[in-house]
């Protein structure tokens, strides 16, 4: 069963620092992009940082110079490295990948989406 499984969320004071992982399992053929969104209360989900298969990234403004997303391949993993946390940045964050993947004999591809992880930042 292929799926995407975050973890790292928590609850940081202003200023602190945070790392969200995300690895996607199953047999997996490749994947494509990988980025995280986030989703506060009453708002829209939003991106928040995405990476291609090449390591190409883009950022929310709101985040520029504070996150930082990475990936590693081989384990099929994506980051997102938070510093300077801001009560603003309190969402819960998902994961979402583009997956080729083993179905049986055949290849499918598809969007992905973890179940996310709350992040709240408060003093």
């Known amino acids: 069963q292929v799926q995407l499984v975050e973890s790292g969320g928590g609850l940081v004071q202003p200023g602190g620092s945070l790392r969200l992982s995300c690895a996607a399992s199953?047999?997996?053929?490749?994947?494509?992009?990988m980025g995280w969104y986030r989703q506060a209360p009453g708002k829209q989900r939003e991106l928040v940082a995405a990476?291609?298969?090449?390591?190409?990234?883009n950022y929310a403004d709101s985040v520029k110079g504070r996150f930082t997303i990475s990936r590693d391949n081989a384990k099929n993993t994506v980051y997102l490295q938070m510093n300077s946390l801001k009560p603003e940045d309190t969402a819960v964050y998902f994961c979402?990948?583009?997956?080729?993947?083993?179905?049986?004999?055949?290849?499918?591809?598809?969007?992905?989406w973890g179940q996310g992880t709350q992040v709240t930042v408060s003093s």
């Open positions: 990476i291609t298969s090449g390591g190409s990234t």
């Open positions: 199953g047999i997996i053929f490749s994947i494509g992009s």
């Open positions: 979402n990948a583009d997956l080729t993947y083993y179905s049986g004999s055949y290849l499918r591809q598809r969007d992905y």
